[in-house]
């Protein structure tokens, strides 16, 4: 596949502190890219060297296969976490200005701000200060002006950070049409649900080290445990639970269901399908629920985080 | 568009859109004027107030020495009352003070037996005329009694005015070095203030981005070093635009207050004009205003403005590049404080020097030392260059200048680009140190 953004082992000190140790990652075309990891694992600096804000100490980026030059800015759109406005300048002289800073000439920019304060329904905030308006009614400004000379690579840092609900569905609506549109997106989060939501591709930092990359599918596979959460009626539970507990690992399951249902968490081993289990659960009592665990995106972090 | 004028431009309307900014430039012409207005006012006002002096001469040497005018009356006692009566009489007829003269034969006795009494202490201009003219008639009468000729020795002081003539042939006089000094020392001044007001207003534009955090968003469309010279150059444009009105506006205002306190304001500038003449010994004030006049045409006038230009740019240019390091250093304002000193001080040693070095001797050691270290040289050297200072000096102090000029912005820009992106950690020198290895 085509990567538009390639770090070839990216390494940055800061004093004796280093911040990236040898991180590679490969940032497929047209993808949502998730680049997932706790606090100062060096997501950001990672992000702040892809956008040529720090200088890398070794290693290379490449931008559509070519290493990294100012004019490259043009093609990226950034909304760092730390973020803000000038507070005492009109929001539409301030999105001109950011948007003429991207390369957009005056009168372009005017034409596509007017269309997206129209999508957002933020037309009448022109000639209103930043400091008049809420911190969400600032964040949707600051997205509009990432966003607004259609790079065709977007880096979001943090992004759904202050934005209540509906609005932050309004965003991700965005940011999922701005995929369709072209643009690749790379998704700096510590937040485990909107990865799980959003990404195909990830990739985890910790402790400045890329410890886990890929697929998001291909890695939910490869972390899957083959446990299946089971509920069905019997007569004799406890009996049931003995016999099973000798073929198989089971422990208990808690899951919503309309029955009176036994509920447990079934783990094969390896060599048996989940058809065997079934089958067998069948002869057993009334299966109503069956549905195979998929470790979440959350458990592959936390659980990579504390293996590494 | 290219980047750079976009900053300058954005950093120039903001400023000069700003309410305080525009409050300052129309207000402050007028409150200083107003201020001048209320001084020149009140020194009216207070000089219009009569005084009476009483005068008890017991040793009848002075009568006749102190005359009435406007402003004081003198009024001399008989001499034959007390002194203790006297000082009565002249606290219930609440005048000012009394001049106390005792009776004695010789000179020296006299002077030492003078005293004023007064309720408050006395103002001290009047003192020292009193003492003046004391001093004078009790001379004259000691040169009296040892039989010298007063009339004989009024014709025999000679007054001296040395003409000054360089080795080229060109003349000069102290009117000129005095000229000299004042344009000097306002070329001086002003660079020193512009460097204090701007460079602040520098600093603090890059603390406000800091902590409105738009400072990432910025800086990943714009070079660091974009963003540190579009500030300067644009706050530099409005301050230069701020010094435009008041100029123009303090003018106005001074043109219009000198026609409504037309006749106080004359007087105040015969005043000075007597004083530069006594101070100056020069002949009337036509004259006067002539040689001032030649004064000024004699001063080197095309190298004084080219370096006027080349030096202040340079040396506000050194200055408020720190100023905007020290910005990007720290969170908030109130932790400027440590940097600003080690800033200040080889500012402020500039004026020193300048005002106390360059007036006594233009040439010397210290003046030329201090004209060519960069931090002070701006300064000091525009002082300086009115006396004529040789090109090669000035040469060599401006490429001092613009060697650490470049030095200086590497090393904000350096600061800058690392301390721009730091919250919340507490700058100090080392830390600084170390962000310059980043």
Redesign the interface.
């Known amino acids: 596949m085509n990567n538009i953004l390639v770090a070839d082992s990216v390494s940055k000190n800061?004093?004796d502190f280093r911040a990236l140790n040898q991180v590679s990652i490969a940032v497929p075309q047209g993808s949502i890219f998730g680049l997932l990891g706790p606090n100062g694992a060096g997501k950001t600096t990672l992000i702040?060297i892809i956008?040529?804000?720090?200088m890398p100490d070794s290693g290379r980026v490449l931008l559509d296969n070519e290493p990294l030059l100012?004019h490259h800015?043009q093609d990226?759109g950034?909304?760092?976490e730390?973020?803000?406005?000038?507070?005492?300048?009109k929001v539409g002289e301030q999105a001109l200005?950011?948007a003429?800073?991207?390369g957009l000439s005056r009168s372009v920019a005017k034409k596509r701000l007017k269309l997206w304060f129209e999508k957002l329904e933020i037309g009448d905030w022109w000639n209103k200060k930043i400091q008049e308006l809420s911190k969400g009614m600032a964040q949707k400004i600051?997205f509009v002006?990432t966003v607004l000379h259609e790079p065709k690579l977007l880096i979001f840092d943090e992004p759904f950070s202050g934005f209540d609900p509906i609005n932050a569905n309004l965003i991700k609506d965005e940011i999922l049409k701005l995929r369709e549109n072209g643009a690749t997106i790379i998704f700096a989060t510590h937040r485990m649900e909107s990865v799980e939501e959003l990404c195909d591709h990830i990739a985890l930092l910790h402790q400045s080290n890329k410890i886990l990359d890929g697929k998001l599918q291909d890695i939910k596979r490869q972390y899957k445990t083959n446990t299946f959460e089971v509920g069905l009626v019997t007569d004799n539970e406890q009996q049931l639970t003995n016999i099973l507990k000798e073929k198989f690992e089971v422990g208990p399951a808690d899951f919503k269901s309309l029955n009176d249902d036994l509920k447990l968490n079934i783990k094969l081993k390896n060599g048996e399908s989940s058809n065997d289990l079934l089958m067998f659960l069948t002869t057993k009592g009334q299966v109503n629920h069956f549905n195979e665990l998929v470790p979440s995106a959350s458990d592959i972090f936390i659980q990579t985080v504390k293996n590494s | 568009m290219n980047h750079l004028s976009l900053v300058i431009k954005r950093e120039y309307l903001t400023k000069v859109r700003n309410k305080a900014f525009i409050i300052m430039t129309i207000l402050s012409p007028i409150i200083f004027i107003a201020l001048f207005a209320l001084v020149g006012y009140l020194s009216s006002l207070n000089s219009s107030k009569e005084r009476t002096v009483a005068i008890l001469d017991q040793s009848g040497q002075i009568s006749g020495l102190f005359e009435s005018n406007d402003n004081i009356t003198f009024n001399y006692l008989d001499a034959g009352i007390s002194l203790e009566k006297a000082k009565q009489d002249v606290e219930t007829r609440e005048d000012y003070g009394l001049l106390y003269v005792g009776d004695y034969e010789d000179v020296s006795d006299i002077a030492n037996s003078i005293k004023f009494y007064s309720e408050d202490s006395p103002s001290l201009t009047l003192i020292s005329s009193l003492e003046s003219k004391l001093e004078k008639k009790l001379t004259d009468l000691k040169l009296q009694q040892e039989g010298v000729d007063i009339e004989k020795l009024r014709a025999s002081e000679t007054k001296i005015d040395i003409a000054q003539e360089s080795f080229l042939g060109e003349k000069s006089s102290k009117i000129d070095n005095v000229v000299k000094l004042a344009f000097g020392g306002f070329a001086g001044y002003l660079l020193f203030m512009f460097i204090i007001i701007y460079g602040n207003m520098i600093m603090r534009s890059v603390i406000e981005e800091k902590t409105s955090r738009i400072i990432e968003i910025i800086i990943s469309s714009v070079k660091p070093i974009q963003l540190l010279m579009g500030k300067i150059i644009g706050t530099s444009l409005a301050g230069i635009t701020q010094f435009a009105i008041w100029v123009i506006l303090g003018g106005g205002l001074m043109l219009i207050v000198t026609a409504i306190f037309g006749i106080s304001m004359g007087e105040m500038q015969m005043e000075q004009q007597e004083m530069m003449q006594q101070a100056l010994e020069q002949p009337e004030g036509q004259m006067a205003m002539q040689t001032v006049m030649n004064a000024i045409y004699n001063l080197p006038l095309t190298n004084l403005f080219v370096a006027f230009l080349l030096f202040f740019i340079g040396g506000y240019l050194l200055y408020s590049s720190l100023y905007a390091a020290i910005g990007a250093a720290v969170d908030n304002e109130t932790d400027t404080q440590q940097f600003l000193m080690p800033i200040l001080i080889p500012l402020i040693l500039a004026v020193y020097v300048g005002v106390f070095t360059v007036i006594e001797d233009p040439h010397g050691t210290v003046s030329t030392v201090f004209s060519f270290i960069p931090f002070t040289s701006p300064v000091v050297m525009l002082m300086r260059i009115p006396f004529g200072v040789p090109i090669w000096q000035q040469l060599v102090s401006l490429l001092l200048l613009v060697g650490t000029f470049i030095f200086t912005v590497w090393f904000a820009a350096k600061i800058y680009r690392v301390g721009i992106l730091m919250y919340g950690k507490k700058a100090s020198y080392k830390e600084l140190f170390k962000w310059l290895k980043y």
Do not use: C, D, H
């Open positions: 800061f004093g702040r956008n040529q804000i720090t100012a800015i990226i950034y909304l760092p730390e973020r803000g406005l000038y507070k005492s300048m200005y950011l003429q800073l991207k600051q002006v």
